[in-house]
């Protein structure tokens, strides 16, 4: 291109808003995606986006579990900002803290002119939640017992009355709403591509987001796609992983985890397959060259690399780092790799830049555009993880930075003192070597508490300036995960949850505090 070629792109790109496709594959590992390294060929159609865009390395999550991470996402905002850190809404709402915070970025790209879907595969992301603002439409893609109207709320009065026959009941005339194995990527994507097709016209730009949720447990991938361990003879089959009495613990048989990890690679390379249908329509349409595509996941998965399974127990990096993938043709580069620390939290603001909105100096992120122009290297930018976990009797809240080349675990069960770890992120990127342990007495320890109390101030300033979205649509009663409320209904009690703590929600409990 000449001098006056590449100015006029210049000129035109200033006025130009691009539609804009996020794709928010949940549960996804990004060391599970070839484009990240992986030997299995699990993701085709994945990698062949990332050849045409940037592949963010570092990329972090805000929390492990679905709910906060995806407010992260769509508002920019870390958890103790936005504060949809707890799916107990009824036992949350009574405390001013727990009230959700923040603009989501559907609503200012729907005021900037943009034609604005969504088709979310989970019930963290139904409206009860908060989620939708700003979305003309906001589809579920998914069925449960709470997703169905008049019989979500034959459920809630059932249960709340402890009404065991009557549960028992609505499970056995709907069995498909208690099928934890129902694939819910096809529906998404279907729902997508009827959308994009019944657009009446083009003349304002798009912002679609997908959701899907099939490399979720259970881990059960359709044929073919349940092809990446052939020769095993044994009998573990990726289902009822969150059973007290699972066959997939920590002491299992080495091969048999290999086979777990099998089908959750499996699960991966089905949804890329859906994908694939995605990208083939944007690039028939025509509409491929003029989108901003973004790839990542809520939160990754463990597979006792520390001990733990699945997600929402732990910060460690097996569940705290997503892929991050960036196409924008003629704007981000093709094929490039970027090592800066990066994170949900900078999702908003690159969206924003993308459709000529101003910064907003409230959003701690940044336009993943300026980050890959940067220099590359772990960099100086801090990334903030945060996890209450209220599983037992006690609530335990962890709290993680991720600065540099450095990532610190910090945890406090209720009662007992505080705990911390850091990896070295350079030279252990798996964080599988002893972490160094923090002596209260130390004075690297004195160092590391100031820091959280300084990063605790800066997430208080995020959380004031951010605007007060007022009560969620609470239910009338807890509401509960599609699996353990499947799990209820057949009899089994579940485990024990600590209470919410009035004193310690979030920002006063995720953040430790001395
Ligand atoms: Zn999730």
Not at 209 to 224: K, Q, R, S, W
Not at 411 to 418: D, I, Y
Request: aromatic share 8%; net charge negative; charged share 25%.
């Amino acid at each position: 291109m000449g001098l006056l070629g590449a100015s006029l792109a210049a000129c035109s790109d200033a006025a130009h808003r691009p539609n804009i496709l996020v794709i928010s594959v949940d549960t996804l590992r990004s060391d599970h995606l070839g484009c990240y390294g992986y030997p299995r060929a699990t993701s085709p159609a994945i990698d062949a986006i990332a050849k045409q865009g940037t592949v963010f390395q570092n990329a972090w999550s805000s929390s492990s579990w679905t709910l906060p991470a995806h407010a992260t996402m769509l508002t920019g905002l870390p958890v103790s900002a936005h504060a949809q850190c707890d799916w107990d809404l009824a036992a949350t709402e009574r405390f001013a803290n727990h009230l959700p915070r923040g603009r989501y970025i559907s609503e200012d790209l729907e005021r900037a002119g943009y034609d604005t879907a969504g088709f979310y595969s989970c019930i963290y992301l139904e409206p009860k939640f908060g989620f939708g603002p700003g979305f003309q439409t906001w589809e579920r893609a998914y069925h449960s017992v709470h997703s169905e109207p008049g019989i979500a709320e034959r459920w809630d009065s059932a249960r709340k009355a402890g009404d065991t026959e009557e549960m028992r009941r609505i499970h056995d005339e709907n069995p498909a709403l208690f099928d934890v194995e129902a694939r819910s990527a096809p529906a998404a994507i279907d729902s997508a591509l009827r959308w994009l097709g019944g657009r009446k016209s083009d003349a304002d730009p798009f912002f679609l987001f997908v959701h899907v949720y099939d490399a979720h447990t259970p881990y059960t991938p359709p044929p073919p796609f349940d092809r990446f361990d052939p020769e095993y003879q044994g009998t573990i089959d990726g289902r009822r992983l969150g059973d007290a009495d699972s066959p997939v613990h920590a002491g299992m048989d080495p091969r048999d985890l290999e086979h777990v990890i099998a089908l959750y690679d499996g699960e991966i390379a089905a949804i890329d397959d859906v994908l694939e249908r995605l990208f083939a329509e944007l690039e028939r349409s025509g509409a491929a060259d003029d989108t901003l595509l973004i790839l990542t996941s809520d939160h990754g998965e463990e597979f006792f690399e520390h001990g733990g399974k699945q997600h929402g127990g732990n910060l460690y990096r097996e569940t705290l780092q997503v892929p991050l993938i960036v196409k924008w043709p003629g704007h981000m580069a093709a094929g490039a790799r970027c090592a800066t620390t990066t994170g949900l939290i900078d999702i908003a603001p690159t969206l924003r830049a993308a459709a000529g909105l101003d910064a907003d100096k409230n959003l701690p992120g940044a336009d993943l555009r300026e980050l890959a122009r940067g220099k590359s290297g772990p960099g100086s930018r801090r990334i903030v993880g945060e996890l209450t976990i209220r599983r037992g009797p006690e609530p335990i809240w962890m709290a993680t930075l991720i600065d540099g080349r450095e990532q610190t675990i910090v945890r406090m069960p209720g009662s007992e003192g505080w705990s911390a770890e850091r990896f070295d992120l350079v030279l252990d990127p798996r964080e599988r070597a002893e972490p160094l342990h923090f002596d209260a007495a130390s004075p690297q320890a004195a160092r590391l508490l100031e820091d959280l109390d300084s990063t605790r101030s800066e997430l208080h300033r995020l959380r004031e300036r951010a605007p007060a979205r007022g009560s969620r649509q609470a239910s009338d009663g807890v509401v509960h995960a599609q699996e353990r409320m499947a799990l209820k209904a057949l009899g089994y009690t579940g485990s024990r949850d600590a209470p919410v703590d009035a004193d310690r929600l979030c920002l006063d409990g995720c953040i430790w505090r001395p």
